[in-house]
């Protein structure tokens, strides 16, 4: 018999949202993980996709969390055949990776871990890896790096969504950076953004709940603007920041080729992602560049606030308090129609459609 670990509520110290179920930690990773075997994925396969989910979650960021497992079991790419990720070409510090149609949650982690390795080596590395829709969140795969010792950049570039300033049809895709930076006895600091006017994913939320986009964030098909999400949805959308958004999406987008991305099918536009590592101590002595990091957290901290401002934070800051909380109270609370799906999938009740990974 499956263990469920459910939570009882009165033990956390969490108010839990109502139409909610509430989970352990370890309970919400077994519950996506027999979900996504239950689909076809294999299970060190299911290991990887779900320790971002679950990771997501307790940072905080609900619509990343455990929803997604769905969304990638549902994906029409992660149902078509997929080959073993494997590097079509290398040097002692860059590797460019064929994803193999895998979602980008295998195979931009598998990225990682190559920039990972090749930086350790050589104090620097430039990983790009194509053929993977889907990755979910930046901030994730360059974590390990920060905690490691070393300075990330990581982008990734997409299908089209977003509209250049001007025009009628996306060419671009939603194209978020990130950075990730190592610190002195604290959390890594990660800057993790995407370049859009407004989240995709809020603009697929309001298409299903006829909620109106605010006004000039969204397009039409014809490129007319539109505050209707179900129209936003099949037009686009507009980078943020008018034309400094539009020149970060832009580099993020070329970036991606540079990674790739129109490697696989011919696009200029589809799914890419690159990793740029640096250790620090190719330009400072060791230890210098977290010390001095930590300085200048100290002086941003200790800032004049204005009235009603606790603490001043520093991006991803709030991610890890929230993620200690949750881990401290040990609960996850989800939807309770997602936690029925879920166990639909881990269950068998419903067959798998993710075709297993060949092996070249």
């Excluded at 919400?28 to 994925?41: E, K, Q």
């Excluded at 104090?123 to 990330?152: I, K, M, Q, W």
């Excluded at 990130?178 to 800057?191: E, L, S």
Aim: some cysteine; charged content about 20%; aromatic content about 6%.
């Amino acid at each position: 018999m499956t263990q469920v670990h459910l939570k009882p509520s009165s033990r956390s110290g969490l108010e839990q949202p109502p139409g909610t179920v509430r989970l352990t930690v370890e309970g919400a990773r077994d519950l996506t993980r027999r979900a996504l075997v239950g689909a076809g994925y294999s299970v060190e396969e299911a290991k990887i996709i779900q320790s971002q989910l679950v990771t997501n979650a307790l940072d905080g960021y609900g619509p990343a969390g455990l929803n997604r497992a769905l969304a990638i079991i549902m994906e029409p790419r992660a149902r078509e055949p997929r080959r073993a990720i494997r590097i079509v070409h290398e040097t002692p510090n860059s590797a460019l990776l064929d994803g193999g149609n895998n979602v980008g949650y295998l195979a931009c982690w598998r990225a990682s871990e190559v920039a990972l390795e090749k930086a350790r080596a050589t104090g620097f590395a430039v990983v790009g890896v194509n053929n993977c829709p889907f990755s979910g969140r930046n901030a994730h795969y360059v974590e390990p790096l920060a905690r490691a010792g070393f300075v990330a950049l990581h982008t990734t570039s997409g299908m089209p969504h977003v509209l250049p300033l001007g025009g009628r049809k996306a060419v671009m895709g939603t194209n978020p950076i990130c950075f990730a930076f190592p610190t002195k006895g604290r959390d890594p600091i990660i800057v993790d953004m995407s370049t859009l006017a407004i989240m995709w994913g809020d603009v697929l939320l309001h298409a299903r709940t006829g909620e109106p986009l605010p006004e000039g964030v969204g397009f039409d098909s014809d490129g007319n603007p539109t505050t209707d999400a179900s129209k936003a949805a099949k037009g686009g959308v507009a980078p943020f920041g008018g034309h400094k958004g539009y020149a970060l999406s832009l580099v993020v987008q070329i970036l991606g080729l540079m990674a790739g991305a129109h490697l696989p099918r011919g696009l200029s536009s589809d799914y890419a992602g690159l990793f740029i590592v640096v250790d620090p101590k190719l330009t400072l002595p060791a230890g210098a560049f977290e010390e001095h990091l930590d300085l200048f957290i100290r002086d941003l901290k200790s800032t004049p606030r204005r009235e009603g401002v606790n603490d001043i934070l520093v991006p991803s800051e709030r991610a890890f308090r929230q993620r200690r909380i949750q881990q401290e109270a040990d609960v996850v609370d989800i939807d309770v129609a997602l936690h029925s799906a879920l166990e639909q999938w881990a269950s068998g009740e419903k067959s798998a459609v993710i075709q297993p990974c060949d092996a070249d």
